[in-house]
């Protein structure tokens, strides 16, 4: 079954912060739950009033993932257990990356799985930090993938690589 992508309003924020609860809690058991629901639902409500572009996607009317990125920033970026390595996670990370030359975005460096899927997608790593930086006080690692416009473009680090003579 294929997610659909779609914006989302202020009224979707509550199972966007469902979606990042639930996800959080799968993946890193003991990380501390700081926040309650409401106060997770007002922060994903915060992405909005900035600006930012809030997606989700929707398996039927289930939201299965969401993405929250602006300014070169994935800010938020969750997939259900149950909806991970189905596609889900790919498909919101190209719909951002369509938007974005440069892509930066924290992830906690036992976050093992979170890793894997970003540097299967081009995201290198270019920082690690021993958490006093975040409110959870836990060991992250900042990437950055930059997206290519075309394999032939002078302006492409990449680029050069292969064609020397540019």
């Keep these: 079954m294929d997610a659909r992508i779609t914006s989302l309003n202020d009224e979707d924020m509550y199972a966007a912060a469902m979606v990042r609860r ?12 700081l926040h309650s629901a409401e106060e997770d639902e007002d922060y994903w409500r915060s992405f909005l009033r900035d600006g930012d572009t809030v997606l989700g996607a929707r398996m039927e009317e289930l939201l299965v993932g969401v993405i929250a990125y602006g300014g070169g920033w994935i800010h938020q970026f969750y997939v259900l257990p ?14 951002a990356a369509e938007k974005m030359s440069e892509i930066r975005l924290w ?11 970003y540097e299967h997608h081009g995201f290198r790593a270019i920082e690690l ?3 006093r930086g975040n409110e959870e006080q836990e060991p992250d690692i900042l990437y950055l993938r930059q997206v290519r416009s075309s394999p032939d473009d002078p302006n492409d680090p990449a680029g050069r690589a292969r064609h020397p003579s540019k």
């Design 22 to 33: 639930i996800s959080l809690k799968h993946r890193l058991p003991s990380l501390p739950d």
């Design 82 to 95: 149950d909806f991970q390595g189905q596609g889900v996670g790919r498909a919101l990370l190209a719909r």
């Design 107 to 117: 992830t906690f460096q036992r976050n093992l799985a979170a890793r894997g899927f």
């Design 129 to 131: 930090t021993d958490g």
